[in-house]
């Protein structure tokens, strides 16, 4: 964020980002999540849903497969309750976080989305690259959340010149900048909900290299998306889509976004994370349930994104696989080195909060 003559200073990130692979012990689930805070320490909000989350949904994993959209929203919701009902509950009121959460399993994919953090598909049709957002932003001039709010209460702001989002008002005072979110407990008063919207995808990778098909899955926070559009960053993405490792894939967009900020906003920044999946990603392993187990924890590989440390900081354990007799080579490859393959995160760059805006702040800081 802007600093002293011209320089810039360090501010926390308040972005979180989580994968699960395997997911419940199975090489066939995968679940990936990016959670944004905003406000007061919305970090403190983020990294809850980072770190409850996937234990929710791991423990009501028998619902997860029989019906991925109830448990799913029905998790979210309680997520947010839980926020408040922990000792975080006062803060809450005046800091949350967006909420994008992808469950995978083999080649069905559900994306339950609260707030603005995107998650898009990249495909190639015609043998062109096209994208296909699995999510939509929600901001509060939206139509049908724009109807919601004002029946509750609620005051809608349009968005302005340079940049300016629209906004929903509480008391006239604090406004939020996106119209569903986890936290937020002024707004929730004001027609902003938990509840995410949750849609379901069938993936389709291409039969042979080169031919068309679905490509790769990017998830991120609003830092990419502020200068990038969908199509642009599945454009950027498939210039390093025949490399080795997605990590390469997911360096370059975020590096991409961070100079779409320098150039566009000098000293200012948004927190900036990206998960990529090159598909096929879950592979048919077929029914190995029971035969992947960690060392500690629900059975999962996990690796939290913007958690401690600059960049990554991963779990201890690791998946560690079990062959029943009779089933040796079920498992064709490595898991590391399957993940390392397919799956790709990144936030390289340290942590200011544009999503809560206070209007009294703003009037003391006019008179300073």
């Avoid at 501010?11 to 689930?29: A, M, Y």
């Avoid at 497969?65 to 109830?70: A, I, K, W």
């Avoid at 986890?182 to 509840?195: A, T």
Wanted: hydrophobic share 35%.
């Amino acid at each position: 964020m802007p600093g002293p003559r011209g320089l810039a200073n360090a501010k926390i990130n308040q972005d979180r980002g989580v994968v699960c692979w395997p997911f419940h012990g199975s090489l066939n689930e995968a679940l990936l999540c990016v959670f944004d805070g905003h406000g007061s320490k919305g970090e403190k909000a983020s990294e809850f849903c980072m770190t409850q989350l996937p234990v929710l949904l791991d423990k009501d994993h028998d619902a997860l497969l029989t019906d991925p959209f109830e448990c799913l929203s029905r998790n979210i919701i309680k997520l947010n309750e839980l926020l408040f009902s922990s000792t975080l509950g006062q803060a809450a009121m005046s800091m949350g976080t967006t909420s994008n959460v992808l469950y995978m399993k083999g080649e069905e994919l559900w994306c339950a989305c609260s707030g603005d953090s995107r998650a898009i598909l990249a495909s190639r049709k015609d043998g062109r690259i096209v994208a296909t957002n699995l999510s939509e932003d929600h901001k509060p001039d939206l139509p049908t959340e724009r109807v919601r709010i004002e029946a509750a209460g609620g005051f809608v702001s349009e968005s302005g010149p340079g940049g300016r989002p629209s906004r929903v008002w509480a008391n006239g005072r604090v406004g939020l900048a996106m119209s569903r979110s986890i936290g937020d407990g002024e707004c929730k008063k004001v027609g902003v909900i938990p509840d995410p919207e949750v849609k379901k995808f069938t993936l389709k990778p291409p039969k042979e290299h080169g031919a068309d098909g679905d490509l790769f899955v990017i998830l991120a926070s609003d830092g990419v998306w502020e200068f990038i559009d969908s199509q642009e960053a599945a454009e950027i993405v498939a210039l390093s889509h025949e490399r080795p490792h997605a990590s390469e894939a997911c360096d370059l967009l975020v590096s991409e976004a961070a100079d779409r900020w320098r150039r566009e906003e000098g000293n200012y920044r948004d927190d900036i994370t990206a998960i990529i999946t090159f598909l096929p990603f879950l592979e048919d392993w077929g029914d190995h349930e029971g035969e992947v187990a960690c060392n500690e924890g629900p059975g999962m590989h996990e690796v939290f994104i913007g958690k401690g440390s600059k960049g990554l900081s991963k779990l201890k354990h690791s998946p560690v696989v079990q062959r029943k007799a009779g089933n040796e080579g079920a498992i064709a490859e490595n898991v590391e080195n399957f993940a390392a393959r397919r799956l790709s995160l990144s936030n390289p760059f340290n942590g200011g909060d544009d999503d809560w805006e206070n209007a009294e702040e703003e009037e003391d800081d006019e008179d300073k």
